[in-house]
């Protein structure tokens, strides 16, 4: 069976991506903003772009829709997927804290609020560097409280995870985290990244952690990858799984490199002194 | 792609069970209210006393021995419980044939320095005891039976629900009596939903608020005004009629206590269970809390009690909470209830201070 998003997820990128494109006085009817594929590639840089700046005559948000419109739906598709087999057999029993880290416009959000169903709420941290992303991802995250096929979802937007302001005590409820496609990021500091999302789980949960690595499955985006697992290694995460696998779509198949790693709950109280 | 599915993952998850740990290592668990912890403390000594022979399960207070004699009797466990103070007693008299020095203001403390003095040398002579409630009982006992009592010590605990002044913290119980870090346990399978909000409100530690296992009951605990102790006794009366339950009334004077309990002998039938533990009345192997009947108490001895509904009468002289002690005496004694809550207070209004201390009306139904 090929992946396919839910019927609410799909209304909502129309609602909220396709339709305002397709309704821009620049649009023609295969090139949205007047642009194709190649130029609007180069005006996202394969997601990799700094969207809160103009870039032409485009702005932060012409680029934002641009990246939902062309990029996110395949990562979408990615994440749908691998939730779909996460939660294929057993739940949590409490709701989660989900923490996106490079989170785009809602995408992990959104992927797992298309499996879930709206029985299961759950509380969703996006982080990502641009404004703009995140502001657009607020958007879509109001629009998916209000389908009535969609989980309640409490939902906060920051750009570093240092700007979390968490203010509830630790709990035991399960965290999972979403790293899709930032390790492709040149920028990225990543033990710096570990120790701030090891403080952050410090902060929001003794219960059990769950990562999901998504990426391309060329080399170059995947350079981090061996820094990555070996500072989750360290703050107590097991890797259970690190391949490159087929993901089939109605469109078309592909392949992506996909990572998942865990760590049980914190249920030895460290007291030191021994 | 193929991912591992969530019951994967959990089947992972460390097999941490109390019931799984190694029997010839010491073992320390810290568990939250109705998290479970006497009936693993029973088990475990129940489990070790196959491989050892006698293996005793002490704990603070005579009522507490009490119900662990009567969980061990419902599991059919022919286990050995004593509290802290008997137990030490005999096992210093046995030791030196001295009964061991007390303080002159209070005979039940004991002069521990002195009597690890008097015990320098010796050895342990038994391989293995349980200490239940250890939060209540003093880190020097925790040292005493770690050298002269037992080889191991499997210590049960949680200092959010500690009362008194010679309280033990984690760390004290740990670093005293050489155990490892703590097993927490996560879950609360006593208090409804409703409740465990409430006990909440006064609940400090370092530890996350446990993961309430019971589903919502829809009643709320209630703040009661009673101009009276008869209006106050008739309402507990009314509960029992109604629903024929096991009921905590739990008090903080004896003047009080002695009040409520002729009061609701006077209105409930002869034959109604109405019992009023005192610790000078030794009177706790006549009750059974957990059938059906009254058992009125104080905050000392309704530590690790359950009921099916708790009524804490003299509210206003347990709110505002001055210290943490407090807190943790107005936490343990909201978690004694499982299904109903009563917090009663009166005659005339509560305190402005009392009643800011109390949450808002969505946790705390008011008249």
């Known amino acids: 069976m090929p992946t396919t998003l839910p019927p609410a997820i799909e209304?909502?990128?129309?609602r909220m991506v396709v339709e305002p494109l397709r309704f821009d006085t620049r649009s023609t009817p295969n090139q949205p903003l007047g642009l194709g594929p190649a130029e609007a590639r180069a005006a996202i840089s394969w997601g990799q772009a700094n969207f809160d700046e103009p870039f032409g005559n485009?702005?932060?948000?012409d680029r934002v829709l641009l990246y939902a419109y062309w990029n996110q739906k395949r990562h979408l598709e990615e994440l749908s997927e691998a939730f779909r087999q996460l939660f294929s057999h057993g739940r949590p029993n409490q709701s989660m804290i989900i923490v996106d880290l490079g989170c785009g416009p809602f995408t992990g959000g959104l992927a797992l609020a298309g499996q879930l169903g709206p029985e299961e709420e759950f509380e969703y941290i996006g982080v990502d560097r641009s404004k703009t992303m995140l502001e657009f991802g607020k958007q879509l995250a109001a629009e998916a409280h209000d389908n009535d096929e969609l989980p309640l979802i409490a939902h906060r937007w920051v750009i570093s995870i240092s700007d979390i302001d968490w203010q509830e005590a630790p709990s035991w409820r399960p965290v999972v985290i979403i790293v899709s496609f930032l390790l492709a990021s040149q920028s990225l500091e990543v033990k710096k990244l570990i120790g701030e999302l090891h403080g952050l789980l410090a902060r929001l949960s003794r219960g059990e952690a769950t990562v999901i690595y998504t990426n391309s499955v060329k080399e170059d985006p995947n350079r981090n990858f061996p820094t990555f697992r070996d500072a989750l290694l360290n703050i107590g995460f097991r890797l259970h799984t690190d391949e490159i696998g087929g993901i089939r779509t109605v469109q078309k198949d592909y392949e992506l490199r996909y990572a998942l790693f865990h760590r049980n709950s914190q249920r030895i109280l460290r007291l030191g002194g021994d | 792609m193929r991912l591992p599915t969530w019951d994967e993952l959990r089947s992972d998850e460390e097999q941490l069970d109390v019931l799984e740990a190694p029997l010839h290592k010491s073992l320390f668990v810290a568990g939250p209210p109705g998290s479970g912890k006497t009936s693993l403390a029973i088990w475990r000594a129940d489990t070790l006393s196959r491989l050892y022979g006698e293996v005793p399960v002490i704990t603070f207070n005579r009522m507490l021995r009490r119900s662990l004699r009567l969980a061990a009797r419902e599991h059919n466990i022919e286990g050995a419980s004593s509290t802290m103070h008997s137990f030490i007693w005999n096992h210093?008299?046995?030791?030196?044939?001295?009964?061991?020095p007390t303080t002159a203001a209070n005979e039940y403390d004991f002069r521990w320095r002195e009597m690890?003095?008097?015990?320098?040398?010796?050895?342990?002579?038994?391989?293995?005891?349980?200490?239940d409630e250890g939060q209540d009982l003093d880190k020097h006992f925790f040292a005493y039976?770690?050298?002269?009592?037992?080889?191991?010590?499997?210590?049960?605990?949680?200092?959010?629900?500690?009362?008194?002044?010679?309280?033990?913290t984690l760390e004290q119980i740990k670093a005293a009596a050489r155990l490892p870090d703590p097993i927490i346990l996560t879950e609360n399978h006593r208090n409804t939903p409703e409740i465990a909000l409430l006990a909440?409100?006064?609940?400090?530690?370092?530890?996350?608020?446990?993961?309430?296992?019971?589903s919502g009951s829809g009643d709320l605990p209630q703040l009661i005004c009673s101009p009276s102790m008869n209006v106050t006794a008739n309402r507990i009366a009314t509960d029992l009629r109604n629903r024929a339950s096991s009921i905590g009334v739990i008090v903080d004077r004896k003047a009080t206590g002695e009040e409520v309990c002729n009061l609701l002998r006077n209105e409930l039938p002869s034959d109604t269970r109405i019992d009023l533990y005192s610790s000078d009345l030794k009177n706790e192997e006549t009750i059974d809390v957990r059938k059906s009947g009254v058992t009125i108490l104080n905050k000392r001895s309704v530590k690790g009690q359950e009921f099916d509904a708790v009524f804490l009468l003299e509210l206003e002289r347990f709110i505002p909470c001055s210290?943490?002690?407090?807190?943790?005496?107005?936490?343990?004694?909201?978690?004694?209830?499982r299904?109903?809550?009563?917090?009663?207070?009166?005659?005339g209004p509560l305190p402005p201070d009392a009643n800011a201390a109390l949450p808002s009306a969505n946790i705390l139904r008011r008249p």
């Open chain 1, 58 to 61: 485009l702005s932060p948000r």
């Open chain 1, 11 to 14: 209304y909502l990128r129309k």
């Open chain 2, 323 to 337: 210290s943490d002690a407090e807190y943790r005496a107005m936490y343990m004694m909201c978690t004694r209830a």
């Open chain 2, 200 to 214: 909440e409100h006064f609940h400090g530690g370092n530890l996350p608020a446990a993961i309430v296992v019971r």
């Open chain 2, 116 to 131: 690890t003095e008097r015990m320098e040398g010796g050895k342990p002579d038994r391989e293995a005891v349980v200490v």
């Open chain 2, 92 to 100: 210093y008299r046995k030791n030196t044939n001295e009964n061991p």
């Open chain 2, 145 to 168: 039976a770690s050298r002269y009592v037992a080889k191991t010590l499997s210590v049960f605990a949680d200092e959010e629900q500690a009362i008194g002044q010679n309280r033990s």
């Open chain 2, 339 to 347: 299904d109903r809550l009563f917090l009663v207070h009166g005659p």
